[in-house]
Structure formats: C-alpha cells, structure tokens
C-alpha cells in the first residue's frame, strides 16, 4: 500500500512557515526596539543618566533583578532586554 506523502509535506511546509514568519517578527521587533534606542540616547551613559537609578536600585536589592528589569521595561517599553540588564548590573 503506498504512502501519501502529500499530507505529511503539506503539514511540514505550513510548520516551516509558520517558524519562519514568528522568526521574522521577533527580528522585526528587535531591530524597532535596537533603533528606537539608538535615535532615543546618544550613548549608554546618556541613558543611565535619564533613568532614576536610586528607585532602580532599590528595586533591585529588595525584589531582586527581575523585578528591577520590569520597572525598567514599564518606563522604557522600546528599550532592549540586553541594554535595560546591563544597566540593572551596572547599578
């Protein structure tokens, strides 16, 4: 009895696409959220100086840093995860 391939690569193509399409939205939305960034501060020390570090800090000590990664991202949705945890580290 032969096999029906056809189901079975129908279904492997619409996974594929469905990957590759939730691939391309969350490079799309990095990149919106790396050049919101980059045209919002001049430099990582211009950002650090915009945000209120002792509250931050706070945060961080009594909640710990996810805590404090979140009160970033409530002020600065656009902000990278990567720039808002090194910043949390550097406080």
């Not at 710990?64 to 995860?81: N, W």
């Amino acid at each position: 009895m032969p096999i029906r391939r056809t189901p079975v690569l129908l279904g492997c193509c619409v996974v594929l696409g469905t990957v590759f399409l939730g691939a391309a939205e969350v490079y799309k939305d990095r990149r919106r959220k790396r050049e919101w960034y980059e045209s919002t501060f001049a430099s990582f020390e211009e950002l650090r100086a915009a945000v209120d570090e002792p509250a931050l800090r706070r945060t961080r000590d009594e909640r710990g840093t996810a805590a404090a990664l979140l009160q970033l991202q409530r002020t600065y949705p656009s902000l990278p995860i990567a720039v808002a945890a090194r910043l949390i580290k550097s406080l």
